[in-house]
C-alpha cells in the first residue's frame, strides 16, 4: 500500500486587519476562503478517518488528488474562523492543541514571541532591551557580541534582527531564562498578563469538544510544546503521555491516533515511543507531498499555507 496526497498546515486565520493586533503574521480569513475555494477545486479534501482508514485496512476507495487540512496549536481562531467555515463547506480536518496552555492557561513562549513582534515597531528596540535584561544577569559582553554575529541571519520571511531576536528565546538560552525573559519581554510591551492573554488566544476544552462533535479530528501536539529533539527519551515519553491523557479527557481518539511535532522536531527515540503506544501517522514540517508507506507514516511531510494562492 503507497498513497501520496497533499497537507496543508495552517496557524494563525483571522480577520487580522480588523483585529487588535494587526502587526500578527498570519492568513487573513478571506485569504483562507479563498484558499478553501482554490483546493476544493483541485483536490478532494479528505478526513483523518478516510487517512487511517487508508493505513488500517481498507484503501479501496482512497482519491489520488486527496488533500488533507491541519490547523496547529489550538487558537481560537481555529474555533471562530476555520470550523463555520469548515461545517459550511461540509468538510473535515486535523487539529493539533498542545495540551497544557489550554487546560492551565499558560502562553506559549512561541506565541508571546509573535504578539511582542506584532507590537513592536521598533525591533532594535526589542533587542537591545533583550541584551539589557542578560547583562544585568551578568552575561559577558563577549558572549552577546558573539550571539548577535551568530545569529543574525535572515530567512526567507523575517530580517535579521527579528531572527536575532527570536533565536535566542526559541533556542540559545537556557529554558528557564528564556521564559522568564518572554514572560517579562511580553507584559512589557503587550501589556497583559499571560494567563489573561491565554484565555483569548486558545480553544477551551469545551470548544475542543464541540469541534469532535462536528466531525473534526483532534491529535496531540504534546503537552508543552517542547522541541522533542532536544529533550531526554523520558521527558518525551511524558510529553506524550500526558497529551494523550489530554486528548482522552476531551473525548478524541488514543488508539491509532496522529502525531504533529512541535516545530516538526523529532528523533528515533519520539519515532520508538510512538510506536509503542499505538501512533500511526505523525506530522513534521518538511515541505512536500506526503506519502503514506507505513515505514514512513511518522514522519509525513506537509505544505504550508503560504505554498498555495490564497
Ligand atoms: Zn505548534
Known sequence: MHAEFVTVMYHYVREIQNSSYPGIKGLEFEGFQRQLDYLSSRYEIISADQLIACLTGDAADFPDNACLLTFDDGYRDHFDYVLPELVKRNLSACFFPPAKPIEDHTLLD???????????????????????????????????????????????????????FKRMLQRE???????????????????????????????????????????????????????????????????????????????????????????????????????????????????????????RALQLSRFDTNDFPQ
Open 110 to 164: 512561541v506565541n508571546a514571541i509573535h504578539y511582542i513582534l506584532a507590537v513592536a515597531d521598533d525591533v532594535e528596540q526589542l533587542s537591545r532591551d533583550l541584551l539589557d535584561e542578560l547583562r544585568t544577569r551578568d552575561f559577558s559582553e563577549a558572549y552577546l557580541t558573539e550571539c548577535r554575529d551568530r545569529l543574525s541571519e535572515p530567512s526567507r520571511y523575517d530580517p535579521a534582527e527579528v531572527i536575532f
Open 173 to 295: 538560552l537556557p529554558f528557564e531564562l528564556r521564559s522568564e525573559i518572554t514572560t517579562s519581554l511580553f507584559e512589557k510591551y503587550v501589556g497583559k498578563t499571560e494567563a489573561e492573554f491565554s484565555k483569548g488566544l486558545y480553544m477551551t476544552t469545551d470548544d475542543l469538544k464541540e469541534l469532535i462533535r462536528e466531525g473534526m479530528y483532534v491529535g496531540s501536539h504534546t503537552y508543552h510544546h517542547f522541541w522533542l529533539n532536544a529533550v531526554d527519551e523520558e521527558t518525551q515519553e511524558q510529553e506524550i503521555d500526558r497529551s494523550l491523557q489530554f486528548l482522552s479527557r476531551i473525548g478524541a481518539p488514543t488508539r491509532n491516533w496522529i502525531m504533529c511535532y512541535p516545530y516538526g522536531a523529532y528523533n528515533q527515540e519520539t519515532l520508538e515511543i510512538l510506536k509503542r503506544k499505538d501512533c500511526l501517522l505523525g506530522f513534521t514540517t518538511h515541505v512536500g507531498n506526503s506519502i503514506l508507506d507505513p515505514q
